[in-house]
């Protein structure tokens, strides 16, 4: 399946990229999708543990089940005034 990830921040910086499409088997959850995307960018790897995701522009966890053509989005911990 297809999906689109969305990333934010240091992130983006990271990829190169805010957005990428990238397949995704049946099933899959967005910790799997998470793991993808460490695989190819392995700096992202230390962000596990502080960042939120989000299905389809609604916040989820790391079990959610993703399906074709969802968009995931990861978003890194912001500070600012």
């Not at 910790?31 to 993808?36: D, E, F, I, L, S």
């Not at 962000?47 to 968009?71: L, M």
């Amino acid at each position: 399946m297809r999906i689109t990830i969305r990333l934010f921040a240091r992130l983006r910086d990271i990829a190169g990229a805010g957005e990428l499409v990238r397949e995704a088997p049946d099933g899959a959850s967005v910790g799997a999708v998470w793991a993808g995307l460490v695989e190819e960018f392995p700096e992202l790897s230390p962000y596990q543990k502080s960042i939120s995701c989000a299905v389809n522009a609604d916040y989820s966890r790391f079990t959610a089940a993703v399906a074709d053509g969802d968009e995931v989005a990861f978003l890194p911990p912001v500070s600012g005034g």
